[in-house]
T-cell receptor, first 114, second 117 residues
Framework: SAVISQKPSRDICQRGTSLTIQCQVD?????MFWYRQQPGQSLTLIAT?????????ESGFVIDKFPISRPNLTFSTLTVSNMSPEDSSIYLC???????????FGPGTRLTVL | AQTVTQSQPEMSVQEAETVTLSCTYD???????LFWYKQPPSRQMILVIR??????QNATENRFSVNFQKAAKSFSLKISDSQLGDAAMYFC??????????????FGTGTRLTIIP
């Protein structure tokens, strides 16, 4: 299975600021994803991070609010822009395993917006 | 669009006993994957078990097994010999089997499992 790390593990931010979350995988992967888990809720896909091209966003999520980069096959960033308290969530990076029928998750970033 | 339903927000079981978590899903697709993930308080999502829809045999991983009923669109998780470390939030998830753009996981709302010593 892939080993995934995320930075930061948690942060407390002020309203109106932006935070960039990093996701690093220990091996090259084809597909990388960003999920959001609001307090007490299930996981919702924000976008698929595409290497060398713009991310593919799910309904309800836009690039201006959640810009994503993926410069290579092992690294991606998610930025949460112009934050409000409603953005307080856990943000999780996920990758598709080599076997294709497995999807692994990073440890998550717990974001609190004041 | 696919939906996943977990009707048990909370479950509890005595240590060493067996517990079954329920999951139903709705899809018009014939080929797909189903997963159970565990999320302990550390919030790390851990893959517990997966099932390919084309396989009739139920998946088993040590103390974890599933009862996959394709016609009924049911995918329950059985945990045998429950241990304190099994306490966590359990999510059922669905994924299409097609390539390129169908890798999105759709999650249920989760079941919080408590193990009673």
């Amino acid at each position: 299975s892939a080993v995934i790390s995320q930075k930061p593990s948690r942060d407390i931010c002020q309203r109106g600021t932006s935070l960039t979350i990093q996701c690093q995988v220990d091996s090259q992967v084809t597909m990388m994803f960003w999920y959001r888990q609001q307090p007490g809720q299930s996981l919702t896909l924000i976008a698929t991070a595409n290497q060398g091209s713009e991310a593919t966003y799910e309904s309800g999520f836009v690039i201006d609010k959640f810009p994503i980069s993926r410069p290579n096959l092992t690294f991606s960033t998610l930025t949460v822009s112009n934050m409000s308290p409603e953005d307080s969530s856990i943000y999780l990076c996920s990758v598709l395993g080599i076997a294709y029928n497995e999807q692994f998750f990073g440890p998550g970033t717990r974001l609190t917006v004041l | 669009a696919q939906t996943v339903t977990q009707s048990q927000p909370e479950m509890s079981v005595q240590e060493a006993e067996t517990v079954t978590l329920s999951c139903t899903y709705d899809t018009s697709e014939s080929d797909y994957y189903l997963f159970w993930y565990k999320q302990p308080p550390s919030r790390q999502m851990i893959l517990v078990i997966r099932q390919e829809a084309y396989k009739q045999q139920n998946a088993t991983e040590n103390r974890f097994s599933v009862n996959f009923q394709k016609a009924a669109k049911s995918f329950s998780l059985k945990i045998s010999d429950s241990q304190l470390g099994d306490a966590a939030m359990y999510f059922c998830a669905y994924r299409s089997a097609g390539f390129f753009g169908n890798e999105k996981l759709t999650f249920g709302t989760g079941t919080r499992l408590t193990i009673i010593p």
